[in-house]
């Protein structure tokens, strides 16, 4: 390896190190102090309140101000509680409580991280994926150490379960200390502001990114980092990132796998989104980019790239800056790359025969080992080197006992910690052990660390020849049966995932792949472990596919439909075996959660329509006018509430995406990720005995309202996606069953995208005959006289028209003429000083903001 990626590595090994020597020394320093006490109320923020002395900034450890903690204002699993600590610090602890007094807390909860507040992780609490475990009451309080601590500067409580008498409750306490981070930072030469304009897809722009390393030398920095990411900024005038038409991209840009990549800063490559995208702030929210809404204006798309596989940018491309004022600009960061990736490298021992074997381990004068380890196991030995005489060895002695036992050739010394807990837990526990010329030392955990001084006139030097034997002995007996990982000796980690692959009975990473790996599985999806590797089980998910991510559509054809029958009689459906029997017929369902996506340009039309022996029904229509409205009428004697949106024509041929989550007398509705809304439902609270889910056509009769009885009989002309209410999806068990469901499929359904089709199909005939409905009829008492007046407007109007256009023709020639002059003007100046450019930009979006200042008040 050349001297430049030398000294790049060992740059970010000492920085690393010295981070992850803090998280390993446990109590060797003082991270502990509570973080959250004195934050001032805008540090908190939730997903919702469910009054004012309910808020967030009441949710403090002990504290009994307002209502004593925070409840949202319905308690469901989109709820969230949001700490901003001001600047990024370590996390070491976390504690939470119930609402002061109440009957309200919670029982399980997820941690996320960030750093922006909007690209957030999860915290692995190891093997459990799902979180942890919250209160049993409302006052006590349930302390968790973090191991490893968080860096980040946002923590997201998100309730998962909570005591089903009450609802959700939390006052919360965050532990540890101001943390430093250590950068690894790379320079690039496309740091200043790059202005393109007069570019067409045949004539694209491609501007080339040169690093201070080489790729070789970028890629090794990127693999051993925890985490990378480049800052790009992205100005745009008349110029989109994809053509909503087709879906083309218009700009893209390229990593260092030299694949095309479309997503911007503050996405991620599956969401195809920018930054105001995911927080559903776009100056147009028909669009996901800010560019992509084509105005007239300077605006920006900006944001942090942080998926490290696709990184660093090394090309971007721009195709359309062609048109008349049409201009982008844009500005890369350097590449920022933090941590240490092999605080995570791990093998699984499955036999005591079985070890890793690596070079001589040589700790003549001094040795500092430390590692982590989890096992079901009560003993076996984690490592050991031989010599002639000498010998190193560190094992699990019992259940209770660590001992690191060694011989320099004054006789073997052993060095024991015993815990009063089991090590054998299937928990991470760290150990490390030091010997020097003076001493030899061990520590487990935070358990106090004992000590052993040498010989004052014995031997010193560990003298070793052997190779060394991690997981198992040279005799092969008492191995290790379980996982370590992070194995560092004299500050070097031991790549234990690589040696583990081409080793027999020893496999790379951890058992308990799921808790690694299990975010992968998406939709619902659950992740189910195997002997080696994981699957994902999409038995409850509307969508199909390894990682559950593939959506099923289908095509529904003029009078068309799929029900999905709950029971046929409920009397008999205690006796079934099926999913829909969880839908047992004397069951009152007070919760459901239902998604699915769509795409018609038929009014009016019946989406969704669940139905009860009782009268009560949901349905999901799309009325005369377009607009979209939900209708719940859960008691039979009471007239059904409807939400309505009319806040465009959803019947406009475009994919949209619906969201209904119902506890109780609460729903809680989203539209295309960035409408929603809150309603509180007066016809009742719960569904009785529910019968059958329809999508199309309702084929029987049912005693429903006027506009939803107009609607099932019109039915649905369109395509449907990933239709789910709560575990059950009825067009995967009608187009993929894998056991037997009560779904019929009456008419023409077929799998089918429901992704928009290039060029004009049903959509645009279907317009046209709208067009033809509205035109008018002739006088025919006249009809010859009203044709030569028909004939003679039209002639005159015809001439208007192409003097207009002459005129108009003439107008912009000589617009484009002055444009050019401008143009090269503008261009020899920036040649004179390419410097300015941002300067000159950020002078125009000055002017752009003054001046739609004054058309604001003007039209105010």
């Known amino acids: 390896m050349g001297s430049v990626t030398g000294a790049v590595l060992k ?76 600047e990024r610090m370590e996390v070491t602890a976390v504690a939470t409580q119930g609402g002061y007094g109440s009957s309200n807390w919670v029982t399980s909860y997820l941690l996320m991280f960030s750093d922006s507040g909007w690209n957030w992780k999860q915290y692995r609490q190891e093997d459990s994926i799902w979180g942890f475990s919250g209160n049993a009451n409302a006052d006590s309080v349930v302390y968790y150490r973090l191991q490893p601590s968080i860096k980040a500067r946002f923590l997201r409580f998100i309730p998962l379960e909570w005591n089903p008498k009450g609802r959700i409750g939390m006052r919360i306490e965050v532990f540890g200390c101001a943390y430093k981070t250590a950068w690894t930072i790379i320079q690039h030469n496309g740091s200043d502001l790059t202005r393109v304009r007069n570019t067409n897809p045949e004539n694209p722009y491609a501007g080339f990114f040169e690093y201070v390393a080489s790729m070789e030398q970028l890629q090794a920095t990127i693999n051993r980092a925890e985490h990378c990411e480049q800052e790009f900024t992205y100005y745009c005038k008349k110029s989109r990132l994809v053509n909503k038409q087709d879906g083309t991209p218009l700009s893209w840009w390229v990593g260092r796998t030299n694949e095309t990549q479309t997503y911007w800063g503050g996405s991620s490559p599956d969401l195809q989104k920018c930054t105001c995208g995911l927080e559903g ?31 660093p940018v090394t090309k971007i491309v721009i195709t359309d800056t062609g048109r008349l004022h049409s201009e982008a600009a844009y500005k890369l960061g350097p590449l920022l790359c933090q941590g240490d990736r092999s605080f995570w490298n791990s093998a699984s021992f499955d036999t005591e025969a079985s070890y890793l074997h690596f070079p001589t381990f040589h700790g003549e004068l001094s040795a500092d080992v430390s590692f982590f380890f989890k096992t079901t196991a009560s003993s076996g030995v984690f490592l050991e080197n031989l010599g002639i005489a000498d010998f190193i060895r560190i094992e699990l002695r019992s259940p209770t006992v660590v001992t690191f036992s060694f011989d320099v050739g004054n006789g073997p010394f052993e060095i024991s910690v015993q815990s009063p807990t089991h090590f054998n837990d299937n928990q991470w526990h760290h150990v490390r052990v030091e010997r020097n010329m003076k001493e030899a030392s061990l520590q487990v955990d935070q358990l106090t660390p004992k000590t052993q001084p040498a010989p004052a006139d014995g031997h010193v030097l560990l003298q070793l020849n052997s190779q060394l034997f991690v997981g198992g002995t040279a005799t092969r007996q008492r191995g290790f049966l379980g996982c370590i990982r992070s194995l560092q000796l004299n500050g070097m980690t031991l790549d234990l995932e690589e040696r583990a692959q081409v080793t027999p009975e020893v496999q790379p990473g951890c058992r308990g792949h799921c808790s690694s790996y299990g975010k992968l599985c998406r939709n619902g999806g659950k992740c189910r472990e195997r002997p080696i590797g994981f699957f994902c089980d999409c038995t409850f998910s509307a969508y199909t596919g390894p990682f559950c991510s593939n959506e099923i559509s289908a095509y529904f054809g003029s009078g068309s439909s799929v029900i999905y029958n709950f029971q046929e009689n409920y009397l008999l459906s205690k006796n079934s075996s099926s999913h829909a029997a969880s839908f047992h017929g004397d069951m009152k369902l ?132 990933a239709v789910q209410l709560s575990h059950v999806a009825p067009l995967k068990a009608a187009l993929h069953p894998s056991h037997p469901d009560p779904v019929t499929v009456t008419g023409h359904v077929t799998e089918s995208s429901c992704m928009a089709q290039p ?60 444009q050019k002059r401008l143009y090269k003007r503008s261009e020899a100046k920036r040649s004179e000083n390419v410097d300015s450019a941002e300067a000159v930009l950020k002078s125009e979006l000055n002017i752009q903001n003054a001046v739609n200042e004054n058309q604001k008040e003007y039209f105010f």
């Open 11 to 86: 740059t970010l090994l000492l920085l690393s190190t010295q981070n992850w020597n803090r998280v390993e020394a446990g109590n060797s320093y003082d991270c502990d102090d509570p973080l959250v006490s004195a934050l001032p109320q805008a540090s908190f923020s939730s997903s919702s309140e469910l009054s004012s002395s309910h808020g967030p900034g009441f949710a403090r450890l002990n504290r009994r101000d307002g209502a004593g903690g925070w409840s949202p204002l319905v308690s469901n699993k989109y709820q969230w509680l949001q700490i901003d600590l001001g």
């Open 281 to 311: 702030n776009c100056i147009d929210s028909q669009y996901y980019c800010n560019c992509d809404a084509d105005r007239n204006e300077w605006t920006n798309d900006t944001g942090l790239l942080a998926y490290k596989e696709h990184l």
């Open 590 to 721: 007070s919760r459901e959660m239902i998604k699915f996506s769509f795409r018609t340009t038929r009014t009016p039309s019946l989406l969704l329509f669940v139905s009860s022996f009782y009268k009560e029904y949901l349905s999901v229509i799309i009325a005369k006018n377009g607009s979209l409205q939900i209708r719940y009428k859960l008691n039979k004697y009471q007239e059904p509430d409807v939400v309505n949106f009319d806040f465009k024509n959803m019947a406009d041929g475009q994919l949209h995406h619906i969201m209904i989550n119902r506890e109780e007398g609460v729903v809680f509705i989203e539209i295309d990720d960035n409408r929603r809304r809150q309603v509180h439902l007066s016809s009742g609270t719960e569904f009785s005995a529910v019968k059958s889910l329809v999508l199309g056509r309702i084929l029987e009769h049912s005693d429903v309202d006027q506009d939803t009885a107009l609607a099932g009989a019109q039915g649905f002309t369109g395509c449907l996606s």
């Open 759 to 818: 060029g004009t199909d049903a959509t645009s005939r279907e317009r046209t005959h709208s067009f033809a409905d509205h035109s008018g009829t002739i006088d025919d008492r006249e009809p010859l006289a009203n044709a030569i007046k028909s004939d003679s407007a039209v002639i005159g109007g015809l001439i208007a028209v192409v003097i207009f256009i002459l005129l108009c023709i003439t107008a912009i020639a000589v617009r484009i003429y002055q």
